[in-house]
């Protein structure tokens, strides 16, 4: 099968990271051709073909969307993959021109109610909330899978070990987590890992007198080494569609405690979730603390079942979605 992929680069998240997971692995078999920006470019295998396209071009300047359809006739995909609307609204105008008019699948990676779906001739929804803000007819559920890397073990800080691995925003509950870390009865180091604006975040550590025991290391590649180093991840996120990093914690951290969002309201139990206020999660930090092996036990099960989310699972959910649209635009 001949895939055509579009992603438009903002900075890289989970969608950025999920479309570069889902192509890599069905290059494997399948021919895949990638259009985004060049930043994305080293994370793709090399058996991908990459095209540089600027998506911030207006969507409805008809000579851009011609060149946009030429492009697409002269690689004759069998599908044409989107992520967001305006890739979407590109590829569907630019069909219009095109000689071939392949169908369109677009993953909805957020929980915001988006208008132009019905552009679209499939609608993938990411996990069970995402598909309920989805109202188009012609919709799935996929969700999202993961590599799993075997992990090495890194030199680590003497004291109990947290991790915070997300993008460095109050959505992603940074200051949530500060806040209840401050609160804490125990000795700790917290590293915060992840893209983001960390100034003010470390400017409020410093006022708490936190400096010592919480650093922020910004983004790095092999995070789950540093997941498989710590004593425990913490996932304290306000709002998750799905929550990649959340497969991050369970692939590789030793223990997780996450709040009731994305991946972690299905996958976790009771005992590890932290609503969303500081005392419970300071209050919840200083019980694992004094009872470690007992809430390591409780993960354990959860760890378990890391292979249902294998990348591989998800890659074939999505060649099987596409070869049915396929049968259905034929009929």
Same mark, same amino acid.
């Given at each position: 099968m001949k895939i055509l992929n579009t992603l438009q680069y903002k900075q890289f998240g989970g969608l950025e990271k999920l479309s570069i997971l889902l192509c890599n692995e069905l290059c494997k078999e399948h021919e895949i051709y990638f259009l985004s920006d060049l930043a994305?470019?080293?994370?793709?295998?090399?058996?991908?073909?990459?095209?540089?396209?600027? &998506?911030?071009?207006?969507?409805?300047?008809? &000579?851009?969307?011609?060149? #946009?359809?030429?492009?697409? +006739?002269?690689?004759?995909? +069998?599908?044409?993959? #989107?992520?967001?609307?305006? @890739?979407?609204?590109?590829?569907?105008?630019?069909?219009?021109?095109? =000689?071939?008019?392949?169908?369109?699948?677009?993953?909805?990676?957020?929980?915001?109610?988006? =208008?132009?779906?019905?552009? $679209?001739?499939?609608?993938?929804?990411?996990?069970?909330?995402?598909?309920?803000?989805?109202?188009?007819?012609?919709?799935?559920?996929? @969700?999202?899978?993961?590599? &799993?890397? #075997?992990?090495?073990?890194?030199?680590?800080?003497? /004291?109990?070990?947290?991790?915070? $691995?997300?993008?460095?925003? +109050?959505?992603?509950?940074? #200051?949530?987590?500060?806040? $209840?870390?401050?609160?804490? /009865?125990?000795?700790?180091?917290?590293?915060?890992?992840?893209?983001g604006d960390s100034k003010i975040y470390e400017e409020k550590v410093k006022n708490l007198g936190l400096q010592d025991k919480i650093k922020f290391k910004g983004f790095v590649k092999n995070i789950g080494d540093y997941l498989y180093s710590c004593d425990l991840n913490v996932m304290p996120s306000l709002n998750e569609a799905f929550g990649l990093s959340s497969l991050d914690g369970v692939f590789y951290a030793p223990l997780m405690i996450a709040t009731r969002r994305g991946i972690c309201e299905t996958i976790m139990p009771n005992e590890l979730i932290i609503e969303e206020n500081p005392q419970f999660i300071a209050h919840k930090l200083d019980e694992i603390h004094a009872n470690y092996d007992k809430f390591v036990q409780i993960f354990a099960p959860i760890k378990a079942k890391k292979d249902e989310f294998s990348v591989a699972k998800m890659a074939q959910k999505y060649i099987n979605a596409y070869e049915n649209l396929i049968k259905d635009f034929k009929k």
């Open positions: 994305i470019k080293d994370y793709l295998s090399k058996d991908i073909n990459f095209i540089n396209f600027n &998506f911030n071009k207006n969507r409805y300047n008809p &000579f851009f969307l011609k060149k #946009t359809a030429n492009m697409i +006739d002269e690689i004759s995909p +069998d599908i044409l993959q #989107t992520h967001n609307i305006k @890739e979407l609204q590109i590829l569907n105008y630019a069909r219009k021109f095109s =000689k071939q008019k392949p169908p369109i699948v677009n993953t909805k990676h957020s929980l915001e109610r988006k =208008k132009y779906l019905n552009l $679209a001739d499939l609608v993938v929804g990411v996990s069970s909330g995402v598909c309920e803000t989805i109202q188009v007819d012609k919709k799935i559920l996929i @969700e999202n899978g993961y590599p &799993f890397i #075997t992990p090495k073990k890194l030199s680590r800080p003497h /004291k109990f070990y947290i991790t915070f $691995a997300n993008r460095i925003c +109050d959505a992603k509950g940074v #200051t949530l987590l500060i806040e $209840a870390l401050n609160l804490v /009865k125990f000795d700790y180091e917290c590293h915060f890992f992840g893209y």
